[in-house]
């Protein structure tokens, strides 16, 4: 599977600000949707940064195993990562991510876009 994302500048950037995932908070939205545009975003970041280029991506702080299986490509992807949570979001279970050190990422990206397929193929079955 092949996503490409038309109109992006053919210059990569340093600096991506992912946030997809604080703006999926209402419940009518299937999980397998909000699943897939967090796994498309990260796509889309890892197609168009810079290499030594920088990540701020907000996620989900519970222990779903997405969230986990996201943590470990950024772990394998970036030289470090630290992650805050604003005091002001203290009863949102969200974090912000900030990946510093883009490498390339050509495994990564594969498994996420059999991550997206995945989940595109659950979500047509899928009422959660």
């Given amino acids: 599977m092949d996503l490409v ?3 992006i500048p053919a210059t990569r950037f340093d600096l991506i600000i992912a946030n997809a995932s604080i703006m999926l908070t209402e ?12 796994f498309t975003q990260l796509l889309v970041a890892f197609q168009h940064l810079a290499i ?47 990946c510093q050190g883009f490498s390339v990422a050509t495994v990564t990206v594969q498994r996420i876009c059999r991550c997206i397929q995945y989940l595109q193929d659950v979500g047509e079955y899928s009422t959660v």
């Fill in 5 to 7: 994302i038309e109109l």
């Fill in 27 to 38: 419940d009518n939205v299937p999980w397998a949707r909000k699943i897939r545009l967090t």
């Fill in 52 to 98: 030594g280029g920088t990540l701020i991506v907000s996620l989900r702080t519970r222990p779903f195993n997405w969230v986990i299986d996201i943590i470990v490509m950024l772990n394998m992807t970036f030289n470090s990562i630290d992650v805050v949570k604003p005091s002001f979001q203290a009863k949102t279970s969200f974090a912000y991510f900030v």
